[in-house]
């Protein structure tokens, strides 16, 4: 493993990359050498070599030798490949965001002359509508970013930091000059570092539960979002203010919120109680205010203004004497220690009362976030009329943006539940007697809120998502439960349309909705702001990704047309999970693809599992993913973007229609077959996932294996993904393709219409990361060669008509850094999916395997996981 030699197109990596990829693994082969037991290396090196040779040779015979070497490992030495390869592909993740990273810092753009940053899209939209026009709907923008406990990343927490350590000491090198010695120096603590990441378990041995949800979680606030958030701001506000920047009051005002479900979904997790609520609320808390109070103290200790040279105004000289009455040991230790420092004195005052906040004592705390932001709103009003521009519009600036961004709960805690759930309460509520545990649980989740709300502040809570909303009674019902619970509380109830017929209905129910008494008071008091939940993945599930993709698309237009009708402001919040059989694949792209007045510069989403710290676990390349995702909600505005999509939709309706039908079709004939659902379950480890450990929610929601129709998403995704077929993100494409027939027709379509291109760009992404070959082996131990054959003549069919569309000769062609990354993985993958394949025929074969054989299983998974960088 010392070599990056793959195969012919890695010689087309930027060498940095290169010589990053190339100084890991070869770290790694030590490591293997001087760690692994007798001859590991030799077998890895035997099984690499193999399947790079399979890889770059198609004939049956290079494929049957890797299988061959894979087949003849004892199941120990298996498990320790196995285990060589995912650490592999934790390094070559590595390697790949390290240059994702120098290629933001070097400026260089991913796409030549695309309008992809907030100072692009601002100057594009002044260009449209006039400056002033652009500068409104800056005002006006929100990204909203909503962090999920969807069990997706495969990664043990262990695993994470050992890989968050080894990305710092890779920065380390690539942005310091090191002499020889310091080389040497950085060479020894890899080595130290990937040691210790071969020797650390892979797999959990626990289920996490919901609170350790909530704490990996606050390791990306406190080592990414606290401070790059009002980075992002001060980047913008510098770019549009120029040389002012820094002296005139900000032209930005903040424009993220962020969201968490983590500790507030309980559809299907019945560890996420009312307890649970409250406990991640105060987690949260204290992070947010630990931030708060350590970023006041710095500001404290630097602002040592002589109060001569910046006297304090009298409003400051007012509010440091009602500190000094409610802190007076604070207020002479001040004086002492910053005498004629009257900004320092108070700020000083200010950061004693946030950890008094903290700490919950009583007589110093802050009872609500806008108290401080009034209190340093003071002092900055002070050092602009001293003159000091600077110190007002600096540090103290960023506070402000800290606080008006995160309040004292950093994330806004969001409740989902189940409408089956609302109503079976209801009933027992409505029939009098005993109540169940389920129902005061429910009732219980309504005062959980309430003393969030009162605690925090009402932005902390008060979003409740009700999951398979099919009627307007299902939202009222939120509502009477609320009465029944007693508890007063502000809330936003928002419907979540997630199967096909319910994304159907949805303008409808929302036409309903809206009359409803509660639902109406409280539009009436938000000024018509009204929120919905999109679902991705149940309905690509229920009809297949082709006809939802479509459906989502026309249920948007619906419910932009009705809102912006009747005067709402409308939010969409997209159910978007991190691979393409649950809407995943680029933000920025899919935003610009929607319909018009859909997004209109507010953007909100779900971000999970191995996506979060994909996009946010690295300060720049969360930077880099937030201007994307903002530039593109600002350039949704665009007249030339909104007329392109009509243009299109108007134009390709009648394709549209076609490819529903047919592909919806095709996916059903496969989907509701006699027997699918178990034959399903034994062709992918799909049982075998729900025994990873990967979060705290259940993989199902109590149905066996007879039907898929209680299976969540993320394990149908998960199990195809794992056996290279990935059928969730693009079976049905192909028959649909082949229905249109006119490849011309296609083409057109694919260069005009944003909406098919970004579908027919994922799935060749989607593709891509199949493998025929490999996904032959898995569908052939379900004993079921109608299925076999198939999804194989849909994958090939499907594979054909995107590389006439595009053009070249293999998939991806036209995304070079794609197709490399792919290139470079494939074979690796490759070898792990041999691994699995051995693992999964013997536990489906051999009724007396033993657990060794699961734990080889549940290894490659989190190696396969790696290796494709997606799970659900």
Request: hydrophobic share 45%; charged share 25%.
């Amino acid at each position: 493993m010392p070599e990056l030699r793959t195969n012919a197109s890695t010689d087309e990596l930027p060498e940095q990359i290169r010589a990053d990829v190339r100084l890991l693994t070869t770290l790694l082969g030590r490591v293997l050498s001087e760690s692994g037991s007798p001859s590991l290396f030799e077998d890895v090196e035997a099984l690499r070599h193999a399947t790079i040779a399979a890889y770059r040779d198609d004939s049956p015979e290079a494929f049957a030798q890797a299988a061959e070497i894979a087949e003849s490992f004892t199941v120990q030495r298996a498990d320790e490949v196995a285990r060589a390869f995912t650490v592999y592909f934790h390094l070559v993740n590595l390697a790949e965001e390290m240059q994702r990273i120098r290629q933001v810092r070097e400026g260089r753009p991913e796409v030549e002359g695309a309008v992809d940053t907030i100072p692009k899209a601002i100057a594009q939209l002044s260009q449209e509508i006039g400056e002033e026009a652009a500068r409104r709907h800056l005002e006006h923008l929100r990204f909203h970013p909503v962090f999920t406990a969807h069990p997706t990343e495969a990664r043990r927490r262990a695993v994470a930091s050992s890989v968050r350590r080894l990305s710092a000491l890779l920065a380390e090198r690539a942005f310091t000059t090191l002499d020889e010695a310091g080389e040497l120096r950085m060479e020894r603590r890899l080595l130290e570092e990937i040691d210790t990441l071969w020797r650390t378990a892979p797999l959990r041995s626990i289920q996490p539960g919901p609170e350790d949800e909530v704490r990996s979680l606050m390791a990306i606030f406190d080592e990414t979002l606290f401070t790059t958030i009002p980075r992002i701001y001060r980047y913008v506000d510098d770019s549009l203010q120029g040389e002012n920047a820094g002296r005139e009051q900000p032209i930005v005002q903040p424009f993220m919120r962020l969201g968490t479900w983590v500790g507030g979904d309980r559809d299907g997790n019945p560890f996420v109680t009312a307890s649970i609520t409250k406990k991640a609320m105060a987690i949260a808390s204290d992070h947010v205010l630990r931030g708060l109070q350590a970023t006041a103290e710095r500001i404290a200790r630097s602002i040592t203004l002589e109060a001569d040279e910046t006297p304090a105004s009298p409003e400051l000289q007012d509010l440091w004497q009602r500190l000094a009455m409610i802190d007076e040991v604070g207020a002479a230790d001040a004086e002492v220690r910053a005498p004629n420092e009257s900004h320092k004195q108070v700020l000083m005052l200010i950061a004693t009362r946030i950890a008094a906040t903290r700490t919950r004592n009583a007589d110093l705390a802050y009872a609500h976030p806008d108290e401080l932001l009034a209190d340093l709103q003071i002092v900055q009003r002070s050092l602009v009329l001293a003159g000091a521009n600077r110190q007002a519009y600096g540090s103290l600036q960023v506070l402000i943006w800290q606080v008006e961004t995160f309040g004292f709960h950093l994330a806004e805690l969001e409740v989902r539940q189940h409408s089956q759930v609302h109503g079976e309460a209801l009933a027992e509520l409505e029939a009098g007697g005993e109540l169940s545990d389920q129902t005061r649980e429910v009732l219980d989740v309504f005062r959980a809120v309430a003393q969030i709300q009162h605690r925090y502040g009402p932005r902390a809570a008060g979003r409740y998502i009700v999951s398979f909303t099919r009627s307007a009674e299902d939202l009222a019902a939120v509502y009477r439960l609320a009465e029944y619970a007693g508890a007063e509380v502000t809330l936003d109830v928002i419907p979540l349309f997630e199967t096909y017929n319910d994304l159907r209905s949805a303008r409808a129910v929302m036409s309903e909705a809206v009359e409803l008494p509660q639902f109406k008071a409280r539009l009436e008091q938000t000024g018509g702001q009204l929120e919905v939940m999109l679902g991705y993945s149940d309905s690509s599930k229920d009809v297949g990704p082709v006809a939802a993709n479509l459906a989502l698309y026309d249920t948007q237009a619906e419910l932009a047309e009705w809102a912006r009708a009747r005067g709402f402001e409308l939010t969409l919040f997209h159910g978007r999970g991190g691979t393409l059989g649950r809407g995943g694949g680029p933000t920025n792209t899919a935003i610009l693809a929607q319909p018009p007045h859909s997004v209109e510069g507010r953007f909100k989403l779900t971000e999970q599992g191995e996506v979060i710290f994909a996009r946010y676990g690295d300060p720049t390349i969360a930077m880099r993913h937030i201007d994307q995702v903002a530039a593109a909600s600002l350039m949704a505005i665009a007249p030339s973007i909104e007329q392109r999509n009509v243009a299109a939709a108007t134009k390709y309706s009648a394709v549209a229609d076609q490819l529903s039908k047919v592909s919806r079709a095709r996916f059903d004939s496969l989907i509701q077959a006699e027997g699918f659902a178990p034959w399903f379950a034994t062709v992918t480890p799909m049982e075998e996932i729900g025994r990873l450990q990967l979060g705290s929610r259940p993989a199902r929601r109590g149905l066996s294996v007879e039907s898929l129709k209680d299976l969540r998403a993320i394990p149908w995704v998960f199990a195809w993904s794992q056996a290279r077929i990935n059928l969730a993100g693009w079976f049905g494409l192909g028959s649909a393709l082949e229905a249109v027939g006119d490849l011309e027709l296609l083409r057109r379509a694919y260069e005009e219409w944003p909406l098919f291109r970004t579908v027919i760009d994922n799935v060749g992404m989607s593709l891509a990361k199949a493998d025929p070959r490999i996904a032959r082996r898995y569908l052939e131990l379900g004993g079921r060669p109608d299925f076999t054959e198939l999804i194989l003549e849909e994958m090939d069919l499907t594979t054909s008509w995107l590389i006439r569309i595009v053009g070249g000769e293999k998939l991806v062609e036209n995304r070079p850094a794609l197709r490399r990354a792919v290139e470079l993985r494939s074979p690796y993958v490759d070898a792990l999916s041999l691994i699995q394949l051995r693992a999964l025929r013997m536990l489906r074969s051999d009724e007396e395997a033993g657990p060794e054989w699961e734990h080889l299983l549940l290894l490659s998974v989190s190696g396969v996981s790696a290796g494709l960088q997606n799970t659900g």
